[in-house]
């Protein structure tokens, strides 16, 4: 079984079109979305809409917009990234549908399933704090340890950082599928995972893809959308970032 895992979309259109094109070529199997389809970019009804019938989870600015929060809960610097993000909310609020919101409130929190003898467990955050935690390049072993050490699951894939990530933890594979359409570790691409499963062998890989970041740019600032927004993308990097995982690995379960 091919798999893609996609996460944190953003909102970005143009990202998402790319990624699934790229996804197509590959005959993949099986999508499956690990959250935050809306918060920062100009097209959130548009990407949520394009991603019904494949398998997604909430993430915090799903469940923030969904229910029409005040705050995604997000861990902003205080000033004017807070700001922003607020900024960033509030209009992506204002311009969902109630059907999106009405779509964004029925997701999960977390997927459970197994394929090929390997049972994976998707989460947003983590499995102890499913829509908010970070799991970073930087977490110590000790929070590893904590996070998975109740986790039948074989593997753990996740979002929320947009950083992509592999750790093999407490004899279980953790994995991060970078972001679609905001990545944070200074390659302005979309990522997303890519993951080969074959009678308890797990391979897996990260894959990059160009797409019109111009036109996305564009789109923010005719919508009025804050310009730090757009610098983001463009430079594929923000506020804290973090040692990177590439290339094709193996795991055996």
């Known amino acids: 079984m091919l798999l893609a895992f996609i996460s944190d979309i953003h909102g970005n259109l143009e990202a998402l079109e790319a990624v699934m094109n790229d996804i197509k070529e590959r005959k993949v199997d099986k999508i499956y979305c690990l959250g935050d389809l809306v918060g920062y970019g100009p097209n959130p009804e548009e990407v949520v809409r394009k991603l019904i019938g494949i398998p997604t989870i909430a993430g915090n600015y ?8 005040s705050s995604c809960g997000c ?4 000033g004017r990234e807070t700001e922003v993000g607020d900024i960033s909310l509030n209009w992506t609020i204002e311009n969902t549908s109630e059907e999106i919101k009405a779509h964004l409130r029925s997701l999960k929190h ?4 197994e394929l090929e003898g390997v049972k994976f467990l998707l989460v947003h955050g983590s499995p102890l704090n499913e829509l908010l935690e970070y ?3 930087q977490t110590n072993q000790e929070r590893l340890l904590k996070i998975t050490e109740n986790v039948k699951a ?12 592999a750790k093999f933890v407490n ?12 990545p944070k570790d200074k390659d302005p691409r979309s990522c997303y995972l890519l993951l080969n499963v074959e009678k308890g062998v797990v391979s897996y890989e990260f894959i990059r893809v160009p797409y019109d970041v111009k036109t996305t740019c564009e789109k923010m ?3 009025g959308l804050p310009a730090e927004l757009a610098v983001v993308l463009a430079l594929g990097s923000s506020y804290n970032m973090g040692k990177v995982d590439s290339g094709k690995q193996f795991f055996v379960v």
């Open 135 to 137: 799991v970073t390049p």
């Open 171 to 182: 004899g279980k594979l953790i994995l991060n599928a970078g972001s679609v359409g905001r």
């Open 110 to 113: 977390r997927m459970e399933f």
């Open 62 to 69: 799903d469940d923030g917009v969904g229910y029409s929060k």
């Open 75 to 78: 861990q902003y610097n205080p």
């Open 221 to 223: 600032a005719l919508y």
């Open 154 to 165: 074989d593997v753990i894939i996740n979002g929320h950082t947009h950083l992509p990530m």
